[in-house]
T-cell receptor, first 114, second 113 residues
Framework: DAGVIQSPRHEVTEMGQEVTLRCKPI?????LFWYRQTMMRGLELLIY????????DSGMPEDRFSAKMPNASFSTLKIQPSEPRDSAVYFC????????????FGNGTRLTVT | DQQVKQNSPSLSVQEGRISILNCDYT??????FLWYKKYPAEGPTFLIS?????DKNEDGRFTVFLNKSAKHLSLHIVPSQPGDSAVYFC????????????FGEGTQLTVNP
């Protein structure tokens, strides 16, 4: 079991550039989550998908953020245009089953926007 | 509006002693609670959970206690080991909201040899 795989591990970009973060969930898991971790706000849920369908995107901060899950084995989180305040660690997590199953997290992407 | 709060940013204990990490919540609809552990440069990993129908769940050195009337839960680690040094996150969810998991800010535990 390779776990949840995120790429890249680190991303440094200039303000205004487009950033795409990628995630491969654990095979067989039917829910996928994108979280953001900052010093000020801790771990915040941005969006989650169930069976590839976005269920709750109320945590997406602005229209600059978008997420897709074209199939069960891949998801992207895109920021366009990026801003310095988007600097954070972005985690992807997946889960099988429903409510009481624990999330399995990837190792995150550390994004720095200068 | 922080629905799950961990008021202690850090905790330091001696090896072999008990570590007690605390978590408070405000949403009375939360019915499932979890603790995650996070090492630097890694994602959080699931540690232990408890349903609101219970007040205690134990797994080896780790025990979670839930006090619903006080909206408080705690994680006890005994005996503490240096390898337990990590950030511990408390998380909560409610069945009616489906899969949304709300996390606390985390507590950095340092276990000194």
């Amino acid at each position: 079991d390779a776990g949840v795989i995120q790429s890249p591990r680190h991303e440094v970009t200039e303000m205004g550039q487009e950033v795409t973060l990628r995630c491969k969930p654990i095979s067989g898991h039917n829910s996928l989550f994108w979280y953001r971790q900052t010093m000020m706000r801790g771990l915040e849920l941005l969006i989650y998908f169930n069976n590839n369908v976005p269920i709750d995107d109320s945590g997406m901060p602005e229209d600059r953020f978008s997420a897709k899950m074209p199939n069960a084995s891949f998801s992207t989180l895109k920021i366009q245009p990026s801003e310095p305040r988007d600097s954070a660690v972005y985690f992807c997590a997946s889960r099988e089953g429903q409510h009481n199953s624990p999330l399995h997290f990837g190792n995150g992407t550390r994004l720095t926007v200068t | 509006d922080q629905q799950v709060k961990q008021n202690s940013p850090s905790l330091s204990v001696q090896e072999g002693r008990i570590s007690i990490l605390n978590c408070d919540y405000t949403n009375s609809m939360f019915d499932y609670f979890l603790w995650y552990k996070k090492y630097p440069a890694e994602g959080p990993t699931f540690l232990i959970s408890i349903s609101s129908i219970k007040d205690k769940n134990e797994d080896g050195r780790f025990t979670v206690f839930l006090n619903k009337s006080a909206k408080h839960l705690s994680l006890h680690i005994v005996p503490s080991q240096p390898g337990d040094s990590a950030v511990y996150f408390c998380a909560a969810s409610e069945s009616s909201s489906g899969s949304r998991l709300t996390f606390g800010e985390g507590t950095q535990l340092t276990v000194n040899p």
